[in-house]
């Protein structure tokens, strides 16, 4: 029985100091870029308000847009972490993810955003 304990809580030990934090992280976890448009630009790069570019200390932080985009693209991310965008200015409510390559739109504006890595402490 002592065998067991002894094996378990060493195990445990193993896999919390295996955890990462946001040092092991980039220092940019997240970029894309906000458009006024609904459609990232339609190809044209219609309504670029400019890049969203997210660092490692500003992990689960919530930040209001100034501008009002209608649609988000992302071109690339760290492992394990991902963009959350809202509708409203605090971080509440209509949450939307997106993926590299996609772009999200709302039918509204986003007023919101952060950003969350889940192998971060």
């Known amino acids: 029985m002592r065998f067991a ?7 445990l ?7 990462a934090n946001a040092d092991d992280l980039p220092f940019n976890v997240i970029s894309s870029r906000i458009w ?7 190809g044209n ?3 670029n308000l400019g890049e969203l570019t997210t660092h490692r200390d500003e992990l689960g932080q919530c930040f209001k847009f100034s501008e009002k985009p209608k ?9 394990g972490c991902k963009l959350l965008l809202f509708t409203d200015s605090n971080c509440k409510r209509g949450q939307k ?3 590299d390559g996609q772009c999200r739109a709302t039918s509204g504006t986003f007023g919101s955003w952060k950003t969350v890595c889940s192998q971060v402490a």
Request: charged letters at 10%.
């Open 97 to 99: 993810t997106l993926n």
């Open 36 to 42: 006024s448009s609904s459609d990232c630009g339609g």
């Open 5 to 11: 304990t002894i094996i378990s809580v060493a195990a």
């Open 45 to 47: 790069n219609v309504g």
């Open 71 to 79: 649609s988000v693209s992302q071109s690339e991310h760290a492992e």
């Open 13 to 19: 030990a193993m896999g919390v100091a295996a955890e």
